[in-house]
């Protein structure tokens, strides 16, 4: 079974950065695209954007583009989102998504609290 | 800005029928948009149901369907229980980025 296992919590000043990482196990990593998706609260989901593992190339939605980095280590399998200047709006979950021949999968999710 | 509509809420006795709707602001839906289909119980991360269209994913209930219909993507539940209770959303791709409607709230009532 699929496993993408996600780093803990984080609590965020307003204009600093935050990074959380995805690993996954159970598939073949380069095989895969993961999606980055934004979850604030109350809300639906929005599609930030992917990365490709097997050559690092990635294409972001418009609304993050500006802000948003992802890049995924073969070695480990382990893929990663930064996403910069962060502001109140950008409080919310986070889930890496992997998108592969047998369908999709979904990490566990990754709260991002952005306050003063 | 690419826009991808979903019905707000909709109601299914339970055993019943109910089909929701995926539509583009930039028109018809084919098979080339790879509609996948997710669905989000309360508190849960969401998980996939349906993808490329019509294709379940291994632990996706047989009475989850997917097609193409009416230049919409749709997703068809026959025979729900009330565990389908959820939130459904849809995911389009468009040549390279993706874009999810704004989600379904499917009662079971």
């Known amino acids: 079974e699929v496993q993408l296992i996600q780093s803990g919590a984080e609590v965020k000043e307003p204009g600093t950065t935050v990074k959380i990482s995805c690993k996954g196990s159970?598939?073949?990593?380069?095989?895969?695209?993961v999606h980055w998706v934004q979850q604030a609260p109350g809300k639906g989901l929005e599609w930030m954007g992917l990365?490709?593992?097997?050559?690092?190339?990635?294409t972001f939605a418009e609304n993050f583009q500006d802000r948003v980095t992802m890049t995924a280590d073969m070695s480990t399998a382990t893929a990663y989102m930064a996403l910069n200047n962060l502001r109140s709006e950008d409080t919310a979950i986070y889930y890496c998504?992997?998108?592969?021949?047998?369908?999709?999968?979904w990490g566990q999710g990754t709260l991002v609290t952005v306050s003063s | 800005q690419t826009v991808v509509t979903q019905e707000p809420s909709l109601t299914v006795s339970p055993g019943g029928t109910v089909t929701l709707t995926c539509a583009s602001s930039?028109?018809?839906?084919?098979?080339?948009?790879?509609p996948n289909w997710f669905q989000q119980k309360p508190g849960q991360a969401p998980r996939a149901l349906i993808f490329?269209?019509?294709n379940r994913q291994s632990w996706t209930p047989a009475r989850f369907s997917g097609s193409l219909l009416g230049g919409k993507a749709a997703l068809t539940l026959s025979g729900a229980l009330p565990e389908d209770e959820a939130d459904y959303y849809c995911?389009?791709?468009?040549?390279?980025?993706?874009?999810f409607g704004g989600g379904t709230k499917l009662t079971v009532l």
């Open positions: 159970s598939y073949t990593f380069t095989d895969s695209y």
């Open positions: 995911l389009l791709y468009f040549g390279g980025a993706r874009v």
């Open positions: 490329s269209t019509s």
């Open positions: 990365v490709d593992p097997e050559n690092g190339e990635t």
């Open positions: 930039t028109g018809a839906i084919t098979s080339g948009y790879y």
């Open positions: 998504v992997v998108s592969f021949a047998r369908g999709w999968s």
